[in-house]
């Protein structure tokens, strides 16, 4: 107990909110279901989730050899509102999860946990090696092991007091630690989450597809966003948080990790227009070191072109008949949706912006090359029946200005 005292002693030290630690034993339950949303096409597109990469990912042994303890870390990352700007250009602004406002979070964490394991080292003389989740070790499972939460039906840790608002890391050491005891609770009846979703890819008994989540497609997808699922994207550009709002667990408690903390207003709700402009270089320029370079400048630029078509404005239209000359076909593409978007959305009520979104699409129908770009104009320019209300932002509407 000496040893998990001066070990937790460290880690908090660090700065981590709450250190949790498990047994360093294959995790088989956690690599059951993995292997299960592996053989049921719920891990979409992630390749290099095999079922070989997930055996390792869930035995600490084969991060480690002789692995004994694993410690779990966590930081907040629950950041409250930022002020708007009293003065801003208008349009429409986008949305980023709250975990990305600041600054990357493995960045963070990797200073910090590999201070704690060189620590392991020098004073227990036991080896030890950190990770956060570009690793093979699945974080998670190795959180619910060390009873710092338990899983919600979003599949999300639920941290008591932060709820599902805590980033984590571990560090996986041969020091044989006390285990710390599961937590014996669930969300029992509650299916906020799972009402939340907007895109339904949360299922009544806890399983998330991926194929269906906004998350997904808007880091990780390099393609084409599924065409029945751009509409239900609202403004989001980076990530969703809709699930973790909903949930009830540390929904009043804002606490955040500085690095976390969003700078300025545009970092939390960045205006589409602006992220439509962006060329390669200012693209680095303005996200390097956050976690929004994931996306890469082809996919933000798509992601902001889906969300213009969601929530955009009048004013937005000539951003988005830009972003049909991008030399990028996916960004193209998605810019002709939008467009389409807006022929819908404003028929009734700005019939000039409709009108030159039309006029848009068909001067780029005939010079266009990509044949996906093609078929995407020419669905676009189908369009006629008036569109939904837009997704809105906190607050009930979209951000503007």
Same mark, same amino acid.
């Given at each position: 107990?000496?040893?998990?005292? /001066? ?9 981590? %909110?709450? &250190? ?35 055996? /390792?990912?869930?035995?600490?042994? *084969?991060?480690?050899?002789?692995? +004994? ?11 409250? @509102? ?7 250009? #208008?349009?429409?602004? $986008? ?15 990797? +200073? ?5 394991? /060189? ?16 690793? #093979? ?48 609770? *669930? ?18 008994? $806890?399983?998330?597809? !991926?194929?269906?989540?906004? !998350? ?17 994207? $609202? ?26 903390? =969003?700078?300025?207003?545009?970092? %939390? ?36 072109? &889906? ?6 404005? #009048? ?16 960004? /193209? ?10 022929? @819908? ?37 189908? &369009? !006629?029946? =008036? ?15």
């Amino acid at each position: 107990m000496e040893a998990k005292a /001066r070990v937790l002693e460290l880690a908090r030290a660090e700065g981590f %909110a709450t &250190v949790r630690v498990a047994r360093a034993e294959p995790l088989r339950k956690a690599f059951t279901a993995a292997r299960a949303a592996w053989e049921e096409g719920r891990l979409a597109d992630m390749a290099w989730m095999t079922p070989e990469w997930l055996a /390792r990912a869930t035995d600490p042994e *084969t991060f480690l050899a002789g692995a +004994k303890s694993v410690i779990v870390a966590g930081l907040p990352c629950h950041s409250p @509102e930022p002020d708007p700007p009293a003065d801003s250009p #208008p349009g429409a602004r $986008g949305r980023v999860a709250r975990y990305a406002w600041g600054r990357d979070y493995h960045r963070t964490f990797e +200073k910090r946990l590999r201070r704690l394991a /060189r620590a392991i080292r020098e004073e227990f003389g036991a080896d030890a090696r950190a990770t956060v989740d570009y690793g #093979p070790l699945l974080e998670r499972p190795f959180a619910l092991a060390a009873g710092m939460g338990w899983l919600g039906k979003s599949t999300m840790l639920l941290v008591p007091g932060f709820g599902p608002w805590m980033l984590l890391g571990a560090v996986a050491t041969t020091l044989e630690l006390e285990p710390d005891p599961r937590i014996g609770k *669930t969300c029992g009846a509650c299916v906020r989450c799972i009402v939340a979703c907007p895109t339904g890819a949360i299922s009544p008994d $806890g399983r998330i597809d !991926s194929r269906l989540c906004i !998350s997904y497609h808007t880091i990780e997808n390099r393609g084409p966003i599924p065409r029945g699922l751009r509409a239900k994207f $609202g403004s989001w550009v980076f990530g969703c948080d809709e699930c973790l709002e909903g949930c009830p667990v540390g929904t009043h408690r804002f606490e955040s990790h500085p690095d976390f903390l =969003p700078p300025t207003y545009d970092h %939390a709700y960045p205006r589409l227009a602006e992220l439509i402009g962006l060329d390669d270089e200012e693209f680095r320029r303005r996200f390097q070191g956050r976690p929004l370079m994931r996306a890469k400048r082809d996919g933000l630029v798509r992601n902001a072109c &889906v969300a213009l078509g969601n929530v955009g404005l #009048p004013e937005d239209v000539p951003a988005l008949i830009r972003a049909l000359e991008d030399r990028s076909p996916l960004v /193209r593409g998605h810019a002709a949706w939008a467009l389409g978007r807006c022929i @819908e959305r404003f028929a009734d009520s700005v019939a000039p912006a409709a009108d030159e979104a039309r006029a848009a699409l068909e001067a780029r129908a005939p010079l266009e090359t990509d044949p996906w770009v093609r078929e995407e104009i020419a669905l676009a320019l189908t &369009v !006629s029946a =008036p569109a939904p209300a837009a997704s809105a932002g906190p607050g009930g509407g979209p951000h503007v200005g």
